[in-house]
């Protein structure tokens, strides 16, 4: 499956080098979201987007009081 993006590598390598954080229940507020709006194939697709970018992110293991890089 093709994943079309809006942002580039690059736009996202310069907003990861941005200083801040974020708690992990942030994450699953954009889950929970994701699954109203998308249903599982929208968490899939952005999972997908993220690996293709560099940066995989798998929303479910994502600790609620972790902090992650904003």
């Known amino acids: 499956m093709e994943i079309k993006t809006k942002i580039s590598?690059?736009?996202?390598e310069r907003l990861i080098s941005?200083?801040?954080r974020i708690i992990g229940t942030g994450f699953i507020d954009d889950l929970?979201?994701?699954l109203?709006?998308?249903g599982e194939e929208g968490v899939e697709k952005v999972e997908e987007a993220?690996?293709?970018l560099g940066y995989p992110l798998k929303y479910r293991?994502?600790?609620?009081?972790?902090w992650y890089p904003f």
């Open 18 to 20: 941005l200083p801040g």
């Open 32 to 34: 929970d979201f994701l």
């Open 9 to 12: 590598k690059e736009e996202v």
């Open 50 to 52: 993220m690996t293709e």
């Open 61 to 66: 293991e994502l600790k609620d009081f972790k």
């Open 36 to 38: 109203k709006e998308k």
